[in-house]
């Protein structure tokens, strides 16, 4: 039997339905049948994206997103294994994907996947130095230079042509992020 509870507006707390998320969560996520057994990685694996949703600016006058255009912005930390969220942030359409990121703090050995509007690189220095990892798309106009590189494997991975470490060449940047990263190229047709 579910039992609905429906507040008038004044009255609605929004750390009541906090808590009602989490314990949903916890009640589902001991039932989820998610697994994945595509990936034989034995640390956490995390997606991390936004999506921007559009709101009528005069029913919503304090999601101002542009001159006439109303917008909130939802940051989600996604598990991979269950499927559930584990970090959702909201915040109005203006604020930079990466603001979102310097927030959180992962767990050791979890793999945070993004795409490559969270490139801030005094916060991925912070996830490194907090032994956590992350896979993001590099952007063109990053600067560096080519390190040691891997051998490919020849029976398998054929889709990977570059496998190397490099270092961030321009001086801010190495500044930001003062170590090796690790650089995979992938052909997709």
Known sequence: MQIIVVLPKQAREWALFKDYYFAMMKKLSGITQFRQTRF?????ILLLDSTTISLCLSLYDWAKFRKKKGAIKLQTLLDYDGCLPVFVHMTDGKPHDSTVAKELSLTADAVVVADRTYIDFPTLYRWKTEC???VVRLKQSVQFTR???????EDRYQHILVDQYIELSHCTTYEKYPAKLR??????P
């Open 40 to 44: 034989r990685i034995k640390c956490k």
């Open 132 to 134: 956590s990892y992350f």
């Open 147 to 153: 390190g040691t590189e891997k051998p490919l494997p």
């Open 183 to 188: 650089r995979v190229v992938v052909y997709d």
